[in-house]
């Protein structure tokens, strides 16, 4: 009787095993990062939620164009991007395509469903539930690069365990800030992305060698960086459509809201001309630059779909209302110059030097004339019109080249 459930026995452990390798895998371990793969729909679904939060930001700002908006903003963007970034590396470096990988980034996605509902008064009266629920997205985060890194061959432990602290003490301390006055609790979050951001840079850049190595910018997160890009430039028509929505309509207001989607055009026209879709070069350096560089890139596109919304109700006063103008200026101004410092980790920013190198002159002084525009303050349809023709300036010089040398073209 025994003997015969003997193979049994065995047969049901070999189909636990089968499901659990199918179902339920171990994180993948450090320095086995797949080199070629696809984006999934379960990462675009877990950017979508992303966005949201970001959408609920940049209408905040929207509505508090003032120096005290902006602190609000940046610091929960920063925060936003930071775990988009934590999440999407990690699933990068060690996730699989089974129910593992949905279970953690549905948990993921279960508590950026409130945070991004506490984003609207984050600077006020729901500042701590925003603090709690961004220090719990922290430890989380936390937990999944520990088990992650459960096993470690020796020139990844360090590395590993470092970030792990990082991330642990990211979470305590948004925890901790939900005890601190409004205005404290603002900055200390500010503070955070900073020294996270620091931390950041400084276990890439201060991991061995054989570890450095062992992390390629694949195409799936090329892919990744750039869409996320490319739906927060949605962000820009909302708030054009918001703009326009809110006052009857007239043609001024209509020529201004279209004026404006040109200009966000321009944003996505500069970025994927020069930046967006390439590769970095493989080292620590260009790696971090050009993945750094994303943060206020991809925050100056969301603030300028902010902005757009007060230009567009303004679009029959004779001057731009000034925070409207700084906003969307300077928030062009930081595109130009982003987009050149992700660009300048590329391998193309070496191989196409004769390029990207008067490129870069170019675009800053145009980043320079859209804050002088900014100070102006010309009338709505005319500040729009002028950012259109600063945004086509770099374009412009960059078919010249292209004209003049048709063999350099880009591959």
Aim: aromatic share 8%.
């Amino acid at each position: 009787m025994t003997d015969e459930g003997a193979p049994a026995a065995a047969g049901e452990v070999t189909l636990r095993q089968r499901l659990r390798r199918q179902l339920w895998q171990p994180p993948r371990a450090h320095g086995e990062q797949p080199r070629e793969r696809v984006v999934g729909p379960l990462e675009l679904f877990y950017d979508l939620v992303v966005v949201v939060l970001v959408a609920q930001a940049a209408h905040h700002l929207a509505g508090k164009l003032t120096w005290r908006g902006l602190g609000e903003y940046a610091s929960v963007f920063g925060l936003v991007w930071i775990a988009w970034v934590n999440g999407s590396l990690h699933h990068e470096l060690h996730g699989h395509d089974d129910a593992r990988a949905r279970s953690t980034f549905l948990l993921q996605i279960l508590i950026l469903v409130p945070l991004g509902a506490f984003i609207p008064e984050a600077g006020g009266e729901r500042g701590a539930a925003f603090a709690v629920s961004a220090g719990s997205l922290f430890a989380v985060l936390a937990l999944l690069w520990l088990l992650a890194s459960r096993g470690d061959r020796p020139e990844y432990r360090r590395s590993s365990r470092l970030f792990v602290a990082g991330t642990v003490f990211c979470a305590v301390v948004l925890g901790a800030s939900a005890l601190l006055p409004a205005v404290s609790r603002v900055w200390t979050w500010g503070l955070l992305d900073v020294a996270y951001l620091v931390g950041f840079g400084t276990v890439v850049l201060g991991a061995t060698s054989g570890a450095a190595a062992t992390f390629t910018v694949t195409d799936a997160l090329i892919e990744r960086f750039g869409l996320l890009i490319i739906i927060v430039l949605g962000e820009t028509v909302t708030g054009v459509v918001s703009g326009l929505a809110a006052e009857p309509v007239s043609v001024l207001e209509v020529a201004v809201a279209l004026v404006s989607v040109v200009v966000g055009f321009g944003a996505w026209w500069t970025y994927f001309d020069f930046a967006g879709h390439r590769e970095p070069r493989q080292t620590p350096t260009a790696t971090l630059r050009w993945m750094l560089a994303h943060l206020p890139l991809t925050a100056a596109v969301a603030a300028m779909g902010a902005a757009m919304v007060s230009l567009v109700e303004h679009a029959h006063a004779a001057r731009t209302p000034a925070a409207t103008a700084w906003v969307l200026c300077a928030a062009a101004a930081v595109v130009l110059l982003s987009t050149m410092l992700v660009a300048s980790g590329l391998e193309a920013w070496r191989s196409r030097s004769g390029l990207y190198r008067p490129l870069s002159r170019t675009s800053g002084a145009a980043a320079v004339a859209c804050l002088g525009l900014g100070a102006a303050r010309p009338a709505p349809i005319v500040l729009g019109l002028v950012l259109v023709v600063l945004f086509s300036i770099p374009w412009g010089l960059a078919v010249g080249y292209r004209l003049r040398r048709p063999d350099d073209a880009e591959e």
